[in-house]
């Protein structure tokens, strides 16, 4: 049972096209997050949901929107995409007990590549 | 969150114990010690956390030092499966609504069989 899973593993596509990642957690976690690691590898939080109110904006550009139906899904809408949007993307929860004891939970990834 | 710094890089041998140093000269009070760790081709995972007092875990052992302006991860027995990023990031204790990690660039630990 995969406790945070991300769809889909791969994207690649065209620059100008919209694109959307998905992401779930079954682990009853009450806060989830984008973060984007670029080819450099640095990893960076954009984005952070609890129980589907935004708390976190990392100054991400409107073109990238999340959307969290749910306290159990968070998926990332990304529009007019750009060669710089390529990346992998990681989405995580935590449950958030306290922040500094909680841990979070990273999904797989999904790695995006726009040409 | 405060700053971090680790070495690049390190490698160890199988089995042998690895010791992965983090210097955070300007810590607070309240800040906590974290480290998580990425394997290759997937998302990061926690590891282990401390305040002030040394603190084991199946993974790993974190060493604080006295002053909290350094610590030390250990890794008992390293096997290949260690092999990845290890990143010790600094997460404030003292309250308010930022959740996010800051991760740095994070030691690259290669491990020969």
């Known amino acids: 049972d995969t406790a945070v899973s991300q769809t889909p593993k791969y994207l690649v596509t065209q620059m100008g096209n919209d694109k959307s990642i998905k992401c779930e957690q079954n682990?009853?976690?009450?806060?989830m997050y984008w973060y984007k690691q670029d080819s450099k590898k640095f990893l960076k939080i954009m984005f952070s949901?609890?129980?589907?109110?935004?708390?976190i904006n990392e100054t991400v550009p409107n073109r990238f929107s999340p959307k969290s139906p749910d306290k159990a899904h968070l998926n990332l809408h990304i529009n007019s995409l750009e060669l710089g949007d390529s990346a992998v993307y990681f989405c995580?929860?935590?449950?958030?007990?306290?922040?500094?004891?909680?841990?979070?939970?990273f999904g797989p990834g999904t790695r995006l590549t726009v040409l | 969150d405060a700053k971090t710094t680790q070495p690049n890089s390190m490698e160890s041998n199988e089995e042998e114990p690895v010791h992965l140093p983090c210097n955070h000269s300007?810590?607070?009070?309240?800040?906590?010690i974290h480290w998580y760790r990425q394997l290759p081709s997937q998302g990061p995972e926690y590891v282990i956390h401390?305040?002030?007092s040394n603190v084991n875990n199946r993974m790993a052992s974190l060493a604080i030092a006295e002053d909290r302006k350094s610590s030390t991860l250990i890794l008992h027995r390293a096997t290949l499966r260690d092999a990845a990023v290890y990143y010790c990031?600094?997460?404030?204790?003292?309250?308010?609504?930022?959740?996010?990690?800051?991760f740095g660039a994070g030691t690259t630990v290669t491990v020969r069989a």
């Open positions: 995580a929860s935590s449950q958030v007990r306290g922040r500094h004891t909680d841990t979070q939970y």
């Open positions: 682990l009853g976690h009450d806060t």
């Open positions: 949901y609890n129980n589907k109110e935004l708390i």
């Open positions: 300007t810590i607070s009070g309240t800040d906590y």
């Open positions: 401390g305040l002030t």
């Open positions: 990031i600094l997460r404030d204790g003292a309250g308010g609504n930022d959740y996010k990690l800051s």
